[in-house]
């Protein structure tokens, strides 16, 4: 069966560090990959795509790559800044629809 | 522009209950999804729509069902709650792109947080 998986565990980074949170995916073949952010008590906001032919896609202090060999996706955030702290959630395509992991917490800590 | 918008926003359900969460987007999309969030298990979808007068199960259908009867409007039906319900719902919606499946961003709605006694 098709799985997502993010690290469980929630990422605890001084602010200035860069954040990376990892998407890990089996039984996939993905044209595209998706991050979201969610806030608590909030829906999830989009962030970033990258297609499977796009080994790297920037915007602004955010970076995601995707490894379609090693099926994982890296999510980067520079200089992180406590406004940063949120869950993160990656997304892969399933005919008209997206499958979510379970999202990474993230909190940046002044 | 509202986006997407879910009503109500909490509810409180006795067990055997019925109800139902409305989605609407007002941003003309073809697809339309609701999907369920809960403690250690993430997003999963329940039910999504293609167009008006579509509808498909998706991983957890079962005690719910919906219906597109406009564009801009997708219903989530629960006929009899049971606790295992309980949960927090969200809408999300997005365009049709030509030429394919979507590749495009899900706009999502706030939530309904939904309790079963």
């Known amino acids: 069966s098709q799985k997502i998986e993010q690290n469980s565990e929630a990422l605890n980074i001084q602010e200035g560090k860069t954040a990376t949170l990892t998407c890990n995916y089996t039984?996939?073949?993905?044209?595209?990959l998706q991050w979201y952010r969610q806030d608590p008590g909030r829906g999830p906001v989009f962030l970033l795509l990258?297609?499977?032919?796009?080994k790297e896609k920037r915007k602004e202090r955010l970076k995601v790559t995707f490894d379609t060999t090693l099926k994982q996706s890296l999510f980067h955030i520079t200089a992180s800044q406590p406004a940063d702290s949120a869950t993160y959630l990656c997304a892969l395509p399933s005919r008209y629809a997206l499958n979510f992991g379970k999202g990474t917490s993230l909190l940046v800590t002044p | 522009n509202a986006g997407v918008t879910q009503t109500p926003k909490f509810r409180v359900l006795k067990t055997g209950q019925s109800m139902t969460l409305l989605c609407a987007q007002d941003m003309n999309h073809e697809y339309m999804y609701w999907y369920r969030q809960d403690p250690g298990m993430g997003l999963r979808l329940i039910h999504y729509?293609?167009?008006?007068?579509?509808?498909a199960k998706g991983e957890v259908p079962d005690g719910y069902n919906v219906s597109r009867l406009k564009k801009q409007n997708f219903l989530l039906g629960l006929e009899s709650a049971a606790p295992s319900q309980t949960s927090v719902y969200f809408c999300?919606?997005?365009?049709?792109?030509?030429?394919?499946?979507?590749?495009?961003?899900?706009?999502f709605g706030e939530g309904s947080r939904l309790t079963v006694l």
């Open positions: 729509s293609v167009g008006e007068g579509t509808t």
């Open positions: 990258i297609r499977e032919n796009e």
């Open positions: 039984n996939y073949s993905p044209a595209y």
């Open positions: 999300a919606s997005r365009e049709r792109l030509a030429g394919g499946p979507s590749t495009g961003e899900l706009f």
